[in-house]
T-cell receptor
Framework: AQSVTQLGSHVSVSEGALVLLRCNYS??????LFWYVQYPNQGLQLLLK??????LVKGINGFEAEFKKSETSFHLTKPSAHMSDAAEYFC?????????????FGSGTRLSIRP | GAVVSQHPSWVICKSGTSVKIECRSL??????MFWYRQFPKQSLMLMAT?????????EQGVEKDKFLINHASLTLSTLTVTSAHPEDSSFYIC????????????FGPGTRLTVL
């Protein structure tokens, strides 16, 4: 079974500051890991995904995440926050590349940006 | 590419009526589509997985007779909320996985259902 835990339901940073959103996963098989962003009343947009290739994954909008097996973590970072980054972020896990695999979402972290 | 649409984007209905929500993959074929519901300030909860031409697989606790799913073609899945009640009010989001494989899902913009 797979699960993800997002630490911190709400993170607030100043514009230009480092963004760090934490995600820990649990999986009985090598996982696929995802970060999605959701703006109010909209669907989800994929930021980046890890699929067992490079452990440092670069995504859109300057975000990146590092897969650390020893820590079972997949934290999302961005060096300099922008006002437009304010949104809800979801970490998700799936059991590999099977087309039947479900994606399990974390509880989400709301990112606020202070001017 | 990889665009998924939902219709309608919002709907308000009276208690006891049925509501149909459509999910379409616009520029790819999807053998598998997923339906989620999301309550305010909460995460997405998977309701069911639908495969083209076969019966949907429902998650534990989801009433299959209340939430009817039809995946009639490789580009269209529908969710019908039957005899809707106020507690069914929620944000419903679908996603589609391309038939070409891999594990990525592309999400629709969601449908806001309000039952009066």
């Amino acid at each position: 079974a797979q699960s993800v835990t997002q630490l911190g339901s709400h993170v607030s940073v100043s514009e230009g500051a480092l963004v760090l959103l934490r995600c820990n996963y649990s999986s009985s098989v090598p996982p696929y890991l995802f970060w999605y962003v959701q703006y109010p009343n909209q669907g989800l947009q994929l930021l980046l995904k890890y699929t067992s290739a490079a452990t440092l994954v670069k995504g859109i909008n300057g975000f990146e995440a590092e897969f650390k097996k020893s820590e079972t973590s997949f934290h999302l970072t961005k060096p300099s926050a922008h006002m437009s980054d304010a949104a809800e972020y979801f970490c998700a896990v799936s059991a590999g590349g099977s087309s039947a695999s479900k994606i399990i979402f974390g509880s989400g972290t709301r990112l606020s940006i202070r001017p | 590419g990889a665009v998924v649409s939902q219709h309608p984007s919002w709907v308000i209905c009276k208690s006891g009526t049925s509501v149909k929500i459509e999910c379409r993959s616009l520029d790819f074929q999807a053998t598998t589509m997923f339906w989620y519901r999301q309550f305010p300030k909460q995460s997405l909860m998977l309701m069911a997985t639908s495969n083209e031409g076969s019966k949907a697989t429902y998650e534990q606790g989801v009433e299959k007779d209340k939430f009817l799913i039809n995946h009639a073609s490789l580009t269209l899945s529908t969710l019908t909320v039957t005899s809707a009640h106020p507690e069914d009010s929620s944000f419903y989001i679908c996603s589609a996985r391309p038939w070409t494989g891999g594990n990525e899902q592309f999400f629709g913009p969601g449908t806001r259902l309000t039952v009066l």
